[in-house]
């Protein structure tokens, strides 16, 4: 009996992020126009003892228009590290299990990221920020594979990050367990067919 007591702990100390969790809930009933924006999910976290890095994505929809809104916020106590600006044509391209590829866009003229220094530490942190547009043939391909690969292409900063079918993180003492493969699949929902 105790061992059963202790499993069933361990089973509810795990937790997968729920779904349609959102930061932002707006209705403007003299223009019909909903605004929706979800909670962060992580995507992709590297830590090392003298650097780290973690990836956050959320999606966002005005009306009929949808976007990933993403932040990339990275921390060393080797090296100086600077925010970079994401501009118009930045892009976001997706890597699908079938072998496809998928670019979204920036739209928005800059959106330039900001940086913090921790005096006691000597890390100093820096936070990315863009914002890519979901086309509808983005959108029809997005929502039926799943992503391997995701690129960042911009003037200042292009990378390419391999995303894991599961990731754990620890949050306010609960593991939290997110599918960055699945981000889109899982999450597109929220926005199309709104819980609220």
Not at 90 to 112: A, H, P, R, W, Y
Not at 147 to 173: A, C, G, P, R
């Amino acid at each position: 009996m105790k061992f059963l007591a202790v499993v069933i702990c361990i089973i509810f100390s795990f937790k997968s992020y729920s779904q349609c969790e959102y930061s932002i809930v707006k209705y403007d009933r003299s223009t019909k126009l909903l605004f929706l924006k979800q909670e962060p999910i992580t995507l992709d976290i590297f830590e090392t003892p003298f650097n780290g890095r973690i990836i956050k994505a959320s999606m966002m929809r005005i009306g009929d228009n949808y976007t990933i809104d993403l932040e990339i916020t990275t921390d060393s106590n080797a090296q100086e590290l600077e925010p970079v600006c994401f501009k118009r044509n930045s892009k976001l391209s997706f890597s699908l299990v079938n072998n496809t590829t998928v670019t979204l866009m920036q739209l928005e003229d800059i959106i330039c990221g900001v940086k913090q220094q921790d005096r006691k530490s000597d890390y100093n942190t820096v936070s990315n920020y863009a914002r890519f547009v979901i086309t509808q043939d983005a959108y029809e391909k997005l929502n039926k594979h799943e992503i391997v690969l995701m690129k960042v292409i911009s003037d200042e900063y292009t990378k390419t990050f391999v995303l894991k079918s599961e990731l754990e993180e620890l949050k306010n003492d609960e593991v939290i367990i997110s599918y960055p493969t699945r981000f889109f699949i899982d999450n597109i929902g929220c926005l199309t067919n709104p819980e609220i």
